[in-house]
């Protein structure tokens, strides 16, 4: 989707004032609301790419004037709704009042270490040959999908070089939408500055974008 | 130009609210364990951060075999430390040099290698760094007091798969006799997101 | 810029609910605000593109969260600040500080009706010939300028067809930053929808814009 | 999906005192001058709206010269009916026919033909209907009831510039021998704009 979390190239968003000394959680909500999300995240009820649709789905508005682990709790509160973990009426209330659905997976405290350790990687099987080679030119498509999609808006119709070949990879594309995995190649692809920002870009800079092949024509 | 207040105070205290309840119900519910959730907070204050990242940089600064199997296979070499798994499943590094230097951002949302540097300040989640870091990638370096002659080529990734960037930056000339232990300690987090570099007096 | 402003083809404001029932004005501040905005127009103290660019600097969310005469106050206040009419603290405290400006123009109500009826056309006396022809193909420059501009992003580095000559008008990048008038021909450019949202385009559809030779290049 | 609720009463009254505070010194101050004020409020909300443009179209439906000359000449023809000045000195007007359809909207800001006009409604200056129009056009149609069939091409103007549309719609088939004056009471703002359709029965 064309939401307010697709940043690349906006103007307006004031100084980055970086703060050397800030901890590694400004408030003490911020800290419950990572742990909820993460051990929520490991039920298996949705996989990565819905979790990030969930967070983009937020007032385009709203997006701006919040912060990260409140998008995190709005994606975490849609899901949950969505996927009748819990009502509106238990959120109001901020009591059960049904009977909750068994899960198959629930986080212990002893499972914490294995499965951050684990994690959950995205390759998938390399099946056949990649469709690009390194060097080969692309074009990206013009795509501009109501759902979820990983190809920024700055960077579509544009002119690239393969720099890597990653491998294969899920889609997110498809997966968000809970369709399928549709593992494929994926890239790195270079874009030179003035290929992306026209006359606007810096001197001497480029930018690599990580792309799956239904993104890509060859140029 | 009148900079309208954004009223911070309340809206927090909103928020407080609404991840506590959130968090009694689920543990209620039986979704989620507590002590499962402080072992994940403890994980991430005491053990996983960017110290993981320095102890990788350090080492390709000493041992150049380690270093080549960095750049090329990032995942087994960073693992090899100890260092994986979520977040930090498919791992790329980038290698800085006279010529070429290497900013990482994630435009989308803000896609991180947790593993090797913990979870990402505030200013990288923020829209502003998203907004420009891929437009105006100089002007960005100057605001961290980064300035970066023209002959040097900016390279910006923009992290919108699952594969996570990590910069290795370059050693100071003057640190060659350094232990690794005494190298690890001058490695900044940010120069291994690229917003920074590394001197011998940190 | 690449403002919040720039809203076409972005995803995610909600439904268009339009009320067949409005009033022309909703609240009293509204109709204030729409007439102090218009006589403070009229003392010739900015010109239309820079009271846009006003508008436009608000913070990106703070845009997407309040409403056109908010937006309006925003542009204004910025705008007397900025021309030292008015001070910061005179602001705040809500009474005259300092010594007004002499303004050269000031509108009475006898002025009203006239001034209204004359309007200000951004149109300029045609010089030469129009650089393209009605038929001809042009494709938009790829621009990311940090100020004030009416070529959208949708509309960037697309490939379109002279659709109409308007004439030659006021050139709003450079009027807006207070350059020059920069006076050039003004087109209707006719994009067809592929070329514009690719595969998720709607069938039979395009767009005109109106876009001045500054912006064009022959296809 | 939770909607978070965006709190206006408070935000619409301190919006209200910044703007009676920002009149009152104005007027002290000797810039704006209080009647002249009321005169412009009182202008756009009794004299200057769509049955303006409602009698432009009822005269071109009516007059086939009239109507030639509005489609070469929209200013001139326009201003020939005492309608001309501010947000509508280069006029431009669409003629829709059984396939082609026109659709008006300014996706930069909220430009619009006041003289034939007036001010724009709410739904023309929000965020939804600027988005949409030009990317999703007969789905915006849909939600203002307009269902056309694909064979009739979809026309959005962007109002970028300073040239003002306004859309000549479809007179019904069933009111040939109206008068110019019947016929200007079933022509709606909305037609006018392209996000509505004349019919007989208004």
Same mark, same amino acid.
């Given at each position: 989707?064309?939401?307010?979390?697709?940043?690349?190239?906006?103007?307006?968003?004031?100084?980055?004032?970086?703060?050397?000394?800030?901890?590694?959680?400004?408030?003490e909500w911020?800290?419950?609301?990572?742990?909820?999300?993460?051990?929520?995240?490991?039920?298996?009820?949705?996989?990565?790419?819905?979790?990030?649709?969930?967070?983009?789905?937020?007032?385009?508005?709203?997006?701006?004037e919040?912060?990260?682990?409140?998008?995190?709790? +709005?994606?975490?509160?849609?899901?949950?709704?969505?996927?009748?973990?819990?009502s509106?009426?238990?959120?109001?209330?901020?009591?059960?009042?049904n009977?909750?659905?068994?899960?198959?997976?629930?986080?212990?405290?002893?499972?914490?270490a294995?499965?951050?350790?684990?994690?959950?990687?995205a390759?998938?099987?390399e099946?056949g040959?990649?469709?690009?080679?390194?060097?080969?030119?692309?074009?990206t498509?013009?795509i501009?999908?109501?759902?979820?999609?990983?190809?920024?808006?700055?960077?579509r119709?544009?002119?690239?070089?393969?720099?890597?070949?990653?491998?294969?990879?899920?889609?997110?594309?498809?997966n968000?939408?809970?369709?399928?995995?549709?593992?494929q190649w994926?890239?790195?692809?270079?874009?030179e500055?003035?290929?992306?920002?026209g006359?606007?870009?810096?001197?001497?800079?480029c930018?690599?974008?990580?792309?799956?092949?239904?993104?890509?024509?060859?140029? | 130009?009148? +900079?309208?207040g954004?009223?911070?105070?309340?809206?927090?205290?909103?928020?407080?609210?609404?991840?506590?309840?959130?968090?009694?119900?689920?543990?209620?519910?039986?979704?989620?364990?507590?002590?499962?959730?402080?072992?994940?907070?403890?994980?991430?204050?005491t053990?996983?951060?960017?110290?993981?990242g320095?102890?990788?940089?350090?080492k390709?600064?000493?041992?150049?075999?380690?270093?080549?199997?960095?750049?090329?296979d990032?995942?087994?070499?960073?693992?090899?430390?100890?260092?994986?798994?979520?977040?930090?499943?498919?791992?790329?590094?980038?290698?800085?040099?006279?010529?070429?230097?290497?900013?990482?951002?994630?435009?989308?949302?803000?896609?991180?290698?947790w593993?090797?540097?913990?979870?990402?300040?505030?200013?990288?989640?923020?829209?502003?760094?998203?907004?420009?870091?891929?437009?105006?990638p100089?002007?960005?370096?100057?605001?961290?007091?980064?300035?970066?002659?023209?002959?040097?080529?900016?390279?910006?990734w923009?992290?919108?798969?699952?594969?996570?960037?990590?910069?290795l930056?370059?050693?100071?000339?003057?640190?060659?006799?350094?232990?690794?232990?005494?190298?690890?300690?001058?490695v900044?987090?940010?120069?291994?997101?690229?917003?920074?570099?590394?001197?011998?007096?940190?």
């Amino acid at each position: 989707m064309n939401g307010a979390h697709d940043l690349g190239g906006s103007h307006g968003h004031g100084p980055i004032n970086p703060d050397p000394n800030e901890p590694l959680f400004s408030q003490e909500w911020e800290r419950r609301c990572f742990a909820v999300t993460l051990a929520m995240g490991f039920t298996g009820q949705w996989n990565i790419d819905q979790a990030r649709f969930a967070r983009e789905t937020m007032r385009p508005g709203k997006y701006l004037e919040t912060t990260y682990y409140e998008h995190w709790l +709005h994606g975490l509160e849609s899901l949950l709704l969505d996927r009748k973990l819990i009502s509106q009426s238990e959120l109001k209330s901020k009591k059960a009042q049904n009977t909750p659905k068994t899960l198959s997976r629930i986080l212990k405290a002893e499972d914490v270490a294995p499965a951050l350790e684990k994690g959950g990687s995205a390759r998938r099987q390399e099946v056949g040959n990649a469709k690009f080679s390194i060097g080969d030119f692309v074009i990206t498509k013009n795509i501009h999908p109501a759902n979820h999609t990983r190809l920024p808006r700055y960077v579509r119709g544009r002119r690239g070089k393969i720099d890597r070949i990653h491998g294969v990879f899920v889609f997110p594309d498809t997966n968000s939408a809970g369709l399928s995995e549709k593992p494929q190649w994926l890239y790195a692809v270079r874009f030179e500055g003035e290929e992306l920002w026209g006359e606007d870009a810096e001197p001497n800079s480029c930018t690599y974008v990580d792309l799956w092949d239904d993104y890509l024509e060859q140029a | 130009m009148p +900079h309208d207040g954004h009223d911070n105070g309340s809206k927090l205290s909103e928020t407080e609210l609404r991840v506590r309840a959130l968090e009694s119900l689920l543990i209620e519910k039986g979704y989620v364990d507590h002590a499962a959730l402080d072992q994940l907070i403890e994980t991430y204050e005491t053990k996983v951060g960017p110290r993981n990242g320095a102890r990788v940089i350090a080492k390709a600064w000493t041992d150049p075999e380690y270093k080549s199997w960095l750049l090329s296979d990032a995942t087994a070499a960073i693992a090899s430390l100890g260092y994986s798994g979520r977040q930090g499943e498919d791992m790329v590094v980038l290698e800085n040099t006279a010529k070429v230097h290497n900013l990482v951002v994630c435009t989308l949302c803000s896609c991180y290698p947790w593993p090797v540097l913990g979870l990402p300040p505030t200013w990288y989640k923020a829209a502003p760094y998203r907004a420009r870091a891929v437009s105006q990638p100089r002007a960005v370096l100057k605001e961290f007091g980064v300035e970066l002659s023209e002959d040097v080529e900016v390279r910006v990734w923009d992290s919108t798969a699952e594969t996570r960037y990590l910069v290795l930056p370059m050693q100071p000339s003057n640190t060659n006799n350094w232990s690794e232990d005494r190298l690890a300690e001058i490695v900044t987090r940010d120069s291994m997101i690229g917003t920074g570099l590394v001197g011998s007096n940190a």
